[in-house]
C-alpha cells in the first residue's frame, strides 16, 4: 500500500471522521431560499446530517466533535456533472474531496468504476459520490479509442451494448461520437429510454439539436447565458481527462467563469449543488442541507454569494460523514503534487 492507501485509511478509521459532529454558529448558505441561515448549529451523526437549528435549539448527544464555526459558511457537497475517473487511476478520488466535490457524473470510465463507486458509498473508500455511464458508445470505426469507449457498428448491437451498461449499474448513457450514424445513434437511445437511462453526450452532426432533445438527448454542453435565459438547465462541469482540465480544482474555475458569462453567484453555485441533484433525482438526499440528507458538506471562511471564488477558500470538508479539517485535506493535497512530480 502507498503512502496515499495508508493516510486515506488513516482518515477512515481515525482522523477522518467521528461518530458525530456538530458545526456550531455558522452560515448555512440554503440554496432553495438563496439566503445565509446565520448563527446555526448543524449536527452530523454518522453520515447523515441530523439536525440544522439555530444555536440552542439542538441537543447535541454525548461525545459529540465540536467545531467552532463562527464566522464559516457552510455549502452542500459540491459536483461536477462531466469528469472521466478511471483514466486518473483511483488515487485520484481523494483529489476531488480534498477541493469539496463530494458527488461526480462520470460520463466515460472502464467498468472498475462501478467497483469504486460501491465501495465509497459503503464508506470504505475515500472519494466522491459517483453517478457512471460506464462506458461511452462510438461507432466502430478505424483506430481502437481506448478502454472508456465501447464501439458498435449497427443498431442491434447499439441496442445490446445500452443493455448491458443498464445491466451493469449505469446511471446514464454516454453517447460520445459526433459522426455516429443516425440509425446507430437512434436505436441507442430508444434503448436507452427503454431502460429509463438518461442519455448525455453529442447528437449526431445530421440530426438537429432540438430533434435529438426530442428522440431523448437528456443533456449537452453549449452556450451558458444564452442557454440561461432561455430557462435551459444548466449543470457544472469541467471535462477533467481532457486537456488541461484537473480533478476538483478546475470546479472552481468553472464556477468563476459561469459567473463571468452572466449568471449570479448563486445561480452558479446552484449549478454544482442543488440542480445536478435535481438533473439526477436525488434531491431528497443531497443537494441542500436539510436534516435526513447526507452529510456532504463544505465549510468556507468566507460568504460565496458575496463572491463566487470564495468557494476556493475552503477550511473543512465532510464527505460522507467524514469531517476532514483543513490539516486533513492539505495532506491530500501534498501526496497527490508528490505523485504528479514523480
Known amino acids: 500500500m502507498g503512502w496515499l492507501g495508508s493516510l486515506v485509511v488513516a482518515l ?15 452560515g448555512v448558505v440554503d440554496m432553495e431560499s438563496g439566503e445565509v441561515l446565520p448563527g446555526q448549529t448543524v449536527l452530523i451523526v454518522g453520515r447523515e446530517i441530523r439536525a440544522v437549528a439555530s444555536e440552542g435549539e439542538v441537543e447535541l448527544p454525548q461525545g459529540v466533535t465540536i467545531v467552532n464555526a463562527e464566522g464559516n459558511f457552510l455549502i452542500p457537497g ?5 469528469v472521466h475517473v478511471t483514466p486518473f487511476g483511483e488515487g485520484v478520488l ?4 480534498a477541493y469539496g466535490v463530494t458527488a461526480v457524473r462520470d460520463v466515460g470510465s472502464t467498468d472498475a468504476i462501478f467497483r469504486w463507486r460501491e465501495e465509497i458509498a459503503a464508506g470504505a473508500r475515500l472519494g466522491p459520490r ?5 462506458r461511452m458508445l462510438a461507432q466502430a470505426r478505424g483506430a481502437d479509442p481506448g478502454p472508456e469507449w465501447e ?6 448491437a447499439a441496442r445490446q451494448a445500452v443493455a448491458a451498461r443498464r445491466t451493469e449499474g449505469a446511471d446514464l448513457l454516454k453517447m460520445q461520437d459526433s459522426f455516429m450514424e443516425r440509425g446507430l445513434w437512434s436505436a441507442a437511445v430508444a434503448e436507452a429510454t427503454l431502460h429509463g437511462l438518461p442519455v448525455a453526450g453529442h447528437a449526431p452532426v445530421d ?3 432540438t430533434e435529438a432533445i426530442e428522440l431523448g438527448l437528456g443533456s449537452t454542453e453549449q452556450i451558458v447565458l444564452a442557454l440561461h435565459r432561455a430557462g435551459v438547465t444548466i449543470l457544472a462541469g469541467t471535462d477533467a481527462w481532457a486537456m488541461y482540465d484537473f480533478p476538483g480544482s478546475d470546479l472552481h474555475s468553472e464556477l468563476w467563469h459561469m459567473v463571468q458569462a452572466g449568471l449570479t453567484p448563486l445561480e452558479a453555485l446552484r449549478t454544482a449543488t442543488l440542480t445536478p441533484a435535481q438533473y439526477m433525482r436525488v434531491a431528497d438526499s443531497v443537494g441542500s442541507i436539510r436534516p435526513g440528507k447526507l452529510a456532504d458538506l463544505v465549510l468556507l471562511d468566507a460568504d460565496p454569494l458575496a463572491d463566487i471564488r470564495n468557494t476556493e477558500r475552503i477550511a473543512a470538508v465532510v464527505a460522507n460523514g467524514r469531517y476532514l479539517d483543513r490539516p486533513a485535506l492539505d495532506l491530500l493535497l501534498a501526496e497527490a503534487r508528490r505523485v504528479h512530480q514523480r
Request: glycine share 14%; charged share 10%; proline share 8%.
Open 12 to 26: 477512515l478509521v481515525s482522523g477522518g471522521g467521528s461518530e458525530s459532529v456538530a458545526l456550531v454558529g455558522v
Open 78 to 82: 459540491l459536483w461536477d456533472t462531466h
Open 94 to 97: 481523494p483529489l476531488f474531496v
Open 130 to 134: 459517483i453517478w457512471t455511464s460506464g
Open 151 to 156: 464501439r458498435v457498428d449497427s443498431p442491434a
Open 207 to 209: 440530426v438537429p439539436l
